[in-house]
């Protein structure tokens, strides 16, 4: 599915399934050294999709731990992106010398719940959802897309983006998130696409 909605350039591992426990490489078990056994097999299947697409991008397969904020550490001169929900995990990975960043985000093909919507979107937002067939779940598409978005400004920006700072607008697989916090750009575009009971969403900021 991420190869769908991602340029080339950016490589893309995802697994579907239940997530099967396998080795954490460092520091990657002291993220989850308190964790339920679902939560260590999560984390430690996600990362192995992570050293997947490390190796496919020439990167080797080191450990990818997590800061202090529980995003990952990825080894120097690349960017990326985790994602997981039931059933799905993904990484994706760039090279820094091409990209200054990477945001994917992965759903359940499912509305959000009931009073999620007026705490992640505008009224103008939700008004302009009312056009798009809502089999697609719009306003899961919408909260997704602004999840991708976060990836890609955290890293660089270091700054807290809430929800109502980014105005998403949803085309036919594609989408527009227009920041109204300055740091970064006015405007990253990125892709969304849905299957396996399931929708992505991907951003990836050019240098």
Do not use: N
Request: glycine share 10%; proline share 8%; with cysteine.
């Amino acid at each position: 599915m991420l190869a769908q909605v991602l340029p080339s350039g950016v490589v893309a591992v995802e697994a579907f399934g239940p997530a099967a426990a396998g080795p954490l490489l460092g520091e990657e078990a002291a993220a989850v050294a308190r964790a339920v056994p679902a939560r260590r097999a999560e984390y430690a299947a996600v990362r192995a999709c992570a050293r997947d697409a490390l190796e496919a991008l020439g990167a080797g397969r080191p450990a990818v731990p997590s800061s202090p904020d529980r995003s990952p550490v990825w080894p120097a001169g690349v960017v990326g992106a985790l994602t997981h929900c039931d059933g799905y995990r993904a990484a994706a990975v760039a090279r820094a010398e091409a990209w200054l960043g990477v945001g994917i985000d992965a759903e359940p093909l499912a509305p959000l719940p009931d009073g999620v919507a007026a705490l992640v979107m505008s009224d103008d937002e939700r008004r302009a959802l009312a056009r798009v067939d809502p089999a697609l779940c719009p306003d899961r598409v919408l909260f997704s897309a602004k999840e991708s978005v976060y990836k890609v400004w955290s890293p660089l920006v270091r700054t807290w983006l809430g929800f109502e700072d980014v105005r998403v607008s949803l085309g036919e697989g594609t989408f527009s998130a227009h920041l109204d916090r300055p740091g970064l750009v006015d405007v990253l575009h990125g892709r969304w696409t849905t299957g396996h009971g399931l929708l992505v969403t991907a951003v990836a900021l050019p240098r």
